[in-house]
T-cell receptor, first 113, second 117 residues
Framework: QQQVKQSPQSLIVQKGGISIINCAYE??????FPWYQQFPGKGPALLIAIRPDVSEKKEGRFTISFNKSAKQFSLHIMDSQPGDSATYFCAARKAGTASKLTFGTGTRLQVTL | NAGVTQTPKFQVLKTGQSMTLQCAQDMNHNSMYWYRQDPGMGLRLIYY???????DKGEVPNGYNVSRLNKREFSLRLESAAPSQTSVYFC????????????????FGSGTQLSVL
């Protein structure tokens, strides 16, 4: 049973466009929602994260939007660049469980010229 | 600064063979983790160690054992490998002492690609 559902599975965006990846969760005990970025042959690396007491967090071209009532959160990549081509994972953590993250299934993003 | 180092990078096993995946971190982190990554399934937690001397099961522990050898090292053992254990295995570590901090993050190694024939 997938506790964090991620969509789409793959995404192709033109350079300069906006990439949007969505995640949904059921467990209201989750209190921390990070996004990880993974390049081929590498391990995932933290990109940006949010807690449910805010609705949006922005870091450069990357923004997380969080909707607590709908139990959904999304990653927006503005002005997408070919260097953003990677696999993106959303994740969630239960309160009080150290960093035991539950990951989504991943989205492979390709940014074309 | 090496971060999280995993060995080996690639391994091919026959069904029934055993092996140990090694992981070491040089960031003085308290917590360490083993994940497996499979297509369409994301990353799933196998075992974790919140601090030196403790280990706990994650989401998919069956067929695996772990040892937290010291604060730096956390190994994953497959006692009798099965084709279902073909996967990419990632070790990760985190500070672990500030669980509620917004910026706490996992640092991942570069992975071990394991094939069980």
């Amino acid at each position: 049973q997938q506790q964090v559902k991620q969509s789409p599975q793959s995404l192709i965006v033109q350079k300069g466009g906006i990439s949007i990846i969505n995640c949904a969760y059921e467990n209201t005990a989750f209190d921390y929602f990070p996004w990880y970025q993974q390049f081929p042959g590498k391990g995932p690396a933290l990109l940006i994260a949010i807690r449910p007491d805010v609705s949006e967090k922005k870091e450069g071209r990357f923004t997380i939007s969080f909707n607590k009532s709908a139990k959904q959160f999304s990653l927006h990549i503005m002005d997408s660049q070919p260097g953003d081509s990677a696999t993106y994972f959303c994740a969630a953590r239960k309160a009080g469980t150290a960093s035991k993250l539950t990951f989504g299934t991943g989205t492979r993003l390709q940014v074309t010229l | 600064n090496a971060g999280v180092t995993q060995t080996p990078k690639f391994q091919v096993l026959k069904t029934g063979q055993s092996m140990t995946l090694q992981c070491a971190q040089d960031m003085n982190h308290n917590s360490m983790y083993w994940y497996r990554q499979d297509p369409g399934m994301g990353l799933r937690l196998i075992y974790y160690s919140a601090s030196e001397g403790t280990t706990d099961k994650g989401e998919v522990p069956n067929g695996y054992n772990v040892s937290r050898l010291n604060k730096r090292e956390f190994s994953l053992r497959l006692e009798s490998a099965a084709p279902s254990q073909t996967s990419v295995y990632f070790c990760a570590s985190s500070d672990g002492s500030r669980r509620l901090h917004i910026n706490e993050k996992l640092f991942f190694g570069s992975g071990t690609q394991l094939s069980v024939l």
